[in-house]
């Protein structure tokens, strides 16, 4: 009865730590999955077809237009790389907030022809012409690269400029990070000092990278750096406190946890490489927001793999188990298309707050997505808007058909 | 154990498989085996009982094992703590038993998503799910008997 009891509180224990989510239980879960193998392959080859692999055929081009359209727009329209060096588009594979750090997924080696290693320490991370920060150090195999971000005290400063009018005077300032306080939005935030004139920015006026190359600095010119934040209190009888003298602080243009892609500095004709490993849905688990694949680590699946159906996207790998591993249906944050009929692409996440100001999808608008190593890939349509945003209508894979598990 | 979690996967990959072809309003039949374990399971032995039915359901549905361990385990020892007081050998009793099984499972389960966000799947597959009891009833008793000598 004793033994009971004590096994009665692991089990309770256990149960607490699935709960909540604990990486090492829930691929511990997974450990079952095998003993469904068996009957799922004769069940799986009897299911009905899919009536959605018309559609999929149909959109697989607009989706492949509307990845190429992002992707050209987070390279950006200013080269974010010096002389000699170019950009390539690269997965963000995770985030450390704590560190203020990005994970970025790296080409490997020298580049071809290039006679230098392909991502060299301090190489420019950007995404849509806003300088995120800097490659801090590249992993032992050299296929991920930590990127330092901006707003770090103790990453170098930035030389930058801003302009009241085009074609005027530009202002020259240093800017660097600070962690102002104790409090979280009081960390890693960006100030602008050093300024060769007393004239002060207005709210709003944005910062860019200025050519110091004569000083034997690289960093590329016209890259925006952020936009001058409110100087406080406006002052009994108008006006505002004179800020000459003081740092002046920098909101940021973009959150840069919730980019999956960026343009990292490279050596021209370097390039990515992919794993990709074919599977089979599991036809005889149900589930409404994840599905299960019938490899795991042993195939070398990683968590963060996406799996496609041809040019559907499937979902992206969440949980891994030896033999097996589950996979999220969600789009990744910040890596769903909207697609109007006209040909418009805006990157919106499904929840409101994600959107533009001033935008709205549209009833039958396209769903795309896609990775670097996967392309443009259909998700859904928009089957109407309710009060949290849209109400997706998302295209089924065919368990009947391989997938494929693709990874950096 | 090993043979509440094979019945259990078997009979949950046929409901999923049936669902493709049906619908999703279809019986689900877990609840007969959690009733049969809730009614002549070992009281002593019950949380592995909990924990074969609920990994094997979770599995299956691809959510946390341990949310539908917590519902299962919640469902079995309501019923087993009325045992004596339902006919155990007769249809009407198992009917019962799984009855109430069924709506302590859902109630768990809507507590846990409602204060967790953990989605389990519950709901009117699992109390129609009851029903199949009554054809199966002599497989109850049978089985039932088999448990108390062996366990």
Known sequence: ?408 | MIGLILITLGLGQLHAFSVAWVGAWLPDPFIVVAAYAALFWPAASLPFAALALGWSRGVLHTESAGAHVLCVWLALALVASQREAFERDKPSGQLFAALLAALAFCGSAWVLRASFGTPVTAGLPLLVGALCVLPCAGLLRRAGRTARRRL
Not at chain 1, 39 to 53: C, H, K, M, S, W
Not at chain 1, 83 to 109: C, F, Y
Not at chain 1, 378 to 387: K, N, P, S, T, Y
């Open chain 1, 1 to 408: 009865m004793g033994k009971n009891r004590w096994a009665g509180g692991a089990v309770a224990i256990a149960c607490v730590l699935s709960l909540i989510g604990v990486g090492p239980v829930r691929s511990a879960e997974e450990w079952l999955a095998p003993a469904l193998i068996p009957l799922d392959g004769l069940l799986t080859d009897l299911l009905p077809a899919q009536e959605d692999r018309e559609w999929i055929d149909t959109l697989a081009e607009p989706a492949a237009r509307a990845f190429h359209a992002h992707g050209k727009a987070v390279l950006g329209t200013v080269l974010a790389a010096a002389t000699g060096r170019t950009t390539l588009l690269v997965p963000v594979l995770g985030a450390d907030a704590e560190k203020h750090e990005l994970l970025l997924a790296a080409p490997q080696g020298e580049a071809a022809g290039a006679g230098s290693a392909a991502v060299e320490p301090g190489a420019v991370v950007s995404c849509r012409g806003v300088l995120l920060g800097f490659v801090r150090e590249l992993s032992a195999d050299g296929l991920r690269a930590s990127v330092s971000l901006l707003g770090l005290p103790s990453l170098r400063p930035v030389a930058a400029q801003w302009c009241a009018a085009p074609g005027g005077r530009a202002v020259e300032v240093l800017v660097s990070g600070s962690n102002a306080g104790p409090t979280e939005s009081q960390r890693h935030t960006l100030h602008m000092g050093s300024a060769s004139s007393r004239v002060v920015p207005v709210p709003g006026q944005l910062v860019s990278t200025r050519d110091v190359s004569a000083l034997g600095d690289h960093l590329p010119a016209g890259l925006l750096l952020g936009a001058v934040g409110d100087r406080g209190t406006e002052l009994h009888g108008g006006g505002w406190m004179d800020a000459g003298g003081t740092e002046t602080p920098l909101v940021p243009l973009l959150d840069p946890y919730s980019q999956p892609l960026a343009a990292l500095e490279v050596a021209p004709g370097s390039a990515l490489t992919a794993r990709a490993t074919t599977a089979r849905l599991s036809g005889s688990t149900a589930g409404a927001t994840r599905l299960r694949l019938d490899v795991g680590s042993r195939r070398g699946v990683q968590r963060g793999d996406w799996v496609v159906q041809g040019h559907l996207f499937v979902g992206v790998v969440d949980v891994v188990a030896p033999f097996s591993s589950l996979l999220s249906v969600d789009v990744p944050r910040g890596a769903l298309l909207v697609m109007s009929q006209a040909g418009e692409v805006v990157a919106a996440d499904e929840a409101r707050e994600s959107w533009p100001s001033d935008w709205e999808p549209a009833r039958g608008d396209l769903l795309a997505t896609g990775s670097v190593f996967t392309g443009g890939l259909v998700a859904g349509r928009v089957a109407g808007l309710d009060g949290d945003g849209i109400v997706a209508q998302r295209l089924r894979p065919d368990p009947r058909l391989d997938v494929t598990v693709i990874g950096p």
